[in-house]
């Protein structure tokens, strides 16, 4: 008994995607450590009209669900100048356990990971931040901090804060 023609394409695809989805995930860059200053002095870098920074943990699972909406409006809004930074606060001695989560979510770019006092770092990026993760940061062309959320935000809330945040400006 065979396929019907109409069939057969389906299959092909299928099985080519079950062979693609097979092949091993390139390895994302091992995250870079560095602190709050190098964070900031990272989001002043020429070429983006908006800077989201999120502060993450594979051990914080809204974090982890998070991620994949965070990843999605990152590469739709990139042609518009909107840039992502990762900062990962797992725990030091953590790196493997954190690059092999990124390389699962398909991270191809460099992201950072928190060094120093939790403190400092905290007060480093934003006073008004009590610490809790995730964390997100949104940033003007400019570096100026726009935007500040604690907790999970959804695609469409994450995508409506950074279509703001890449609106131009009006100068007096």
């Known amino acids: 008994m065979g396929h019907s023609p109409r069939i057969m394409p389906i299959l092909a695809a299928l099985v080519l995607a079950t062979a693609v989805g097979a092949l091993p995930a390139t390895p994302a860059p091992l995250p870079s450590p560095a602190a709050a200053d190098a964070i900031l002095a990272e989001v002043k870098k020429p070429g983006a009209s908006a800077v989201l920074v999120n502060v993450w943990a594979t051990w914080c699972t809204p974090c982890r669900e998070e991620f994949p909406d965070l990843l999605h409006v990152a590469r739709e809004l990139a042609p518009q100048g909107l840039r992502l930074v990762l900062v990962s ?84």
Request: proline letters at 8%; hydrophobic letters at 35%; zero cysteines.
């Open 89 to 172: 606060v797992d725990f030091p001695g953590d790196e493997e356990v954190t690059t092999k989560f990124l390389t699962s979510q398909g991270v191809d770019f460099p992201t950072f990971r928190r060094t120093g006092k939790d403190e400092t770092f905290v007060d480093g990026l934003e006073p008004q931040w009590s610490g809790a993760i995730p964390a997100t940061f949104l940033y003007d062309a400019s570096g100026k901090l726009v935007r500040f959320w604690e907790g999970k935000a959804s695609y469409p809330v994450i995508k409506k804060r950074a279509l703001k945040a890449l609106e131009p400006k009006e100068t007096p």
